[in-house]
C-alpha cells in the first residue's frame, strides 16, 4: 500500500479546478476505436472514503481480458485532495488513483472507471481526467446517470439507449449488462469509441451487472480503506 501526499500544485478552490477541467478538456482523443475488447490488460480503478479521517484509498486491478483472471494489484492512500463538490469529484480522487497506477509493474492497457467520461456536465469526468493525465484508453462504467435521462431499452443484456445531452450530442449509453437487471452508464474518456467502449463493458461483465474490473477494484480498496484506518494515526497529515 502506497500512502502519498496531495501534489503542491493541486487546485484547492473551484474556478481553479474548472480551469482545469476545461485545459485538459481540449487534449481528449475521440477518433481512436480503443483495443479490441477480449484482448490484452485491462484494469479496474476506485476508491473507497473515510470521510471522519478524510482519507482515501486507491485500487488498480489488472486482469487479462481473455479469461477475466488478475493479473497484478495495486492500491494508494492519502488524504482526500478537494473539498466535496458536485462535478468535480475527480479533484477529490485523482492523485491516489494515479499513485495505486503508478504503482503497477505492467502496462495498465485499457482502463475502467467507476463514474464518468463524456456523460458529465461538463464533459470531461474521472475517465477523461484519467485518459488525458496517463495517455491511456480509459472509459467509464458508473451505476447512475448523473444528471442526463434516457429512453426506454429493451430487458435483455446488450440492449441500450443512449444519454443525449440538451445540444442532441450522445455523451453516453445506458446499458443493459444482464438480462432484466438494471443499465449501467457507459461513457468515453480517452481513445476509445463509444461502441467500443460498450463492448469492452460487456465482455467484462459476463455475470453480473458491474464489470469485473471494477467490481475486483472495489472490494480492494474497501479492504485496503479499513486498513489504513486501523493505522491511520501513522499517517503524515
Known amino acids: 500500500m502506497k500512502i502519498i501526499e496531495t501534489p503542491a500544485d493541486w487546485p484547492t478552490d473551484e474556478a481553479a479546478a474548472r480551469a482545469v477541467q476545461d485545459e485538459l478538456r481540449s487534449r481528449v482523443v475521440l ?20 470521510d471522519e479521517r478524510d482519507l482515501v484509498a486507491a485500487a488498480a486491478v489488472v486482469l487479462d481480458a481473455a479469461t477475466l483472471t488478475v493479473v497484478e494489484e495495486a492500491t494508494a492512500v492519502g488524504h482526500v ?83 443525449l445531452a440538451d445540444d ?3 455523451v453516453g449509453r445506458a446499458l443493459r449488462t444482464q438480462d432484466e437487471v438494471k ?5 468515453v474518456g480517452h481513445r476509445v469509441s463509444l461502441d467500443g467502449a460498450c463492448a469492452h463493458t ?13 467490481r475486483a477494484a472495489d472490494a480492494l480498496c474497501r479492504r485496503v480503506l479499513r486498513e489504513a484506518v486501523r493505522n491511520s494515526d501513522s499517517f503524515p497529515t
Open 31 to 50: 477518433d481512436e476505436p480503443g483495443p479490441p475488447p477480449g484482448t490484452g490488460l485491462v484494469t479496474g480503478v476506485d476508491v473507497a472514503y473515510d
Open 81 to 163: 485532495a478537494f473539498p466535496y463538490v458536485p462535478g468535480l469529484l475527480a479533484f477529490r480522487e485523482i492523485p491516489t488513483v494515479l499513485a495505486a497506477l503508478e504503482s503497477l509493474t505492467v502496462d495498465p492497457g485499457l482502463v475502467v472507471c467507476d463514474g464518468y467520461g463524456r456523460a458529465h456536465p461538463r464533459r470531461f469526468g474521472l475517465a477523461g481526467h484519467l485518459g488525458v493525465l496517463t495517455g491511456l484508453p480509459v472509459i467509464g462504467v458508473a451505476k447512475n446517470p448523473f444528471v442526463y435521462t434516457y429512453g426506454e431499452l429493451g430487458p435483455r443484456r446488450g440492449d441500450f439507449a443512449p444519454l
Open 168 to 170: 442532441g450530442e450522445e
Open 183 to 187: 443499465p449501467v452508464f457507459v461513457s
Open 202 to 214: 460487456l465482455h467484462l461483465a459476463p455475470d453480473y451487472r458491474i464489470p469485473e474490473s471494477t
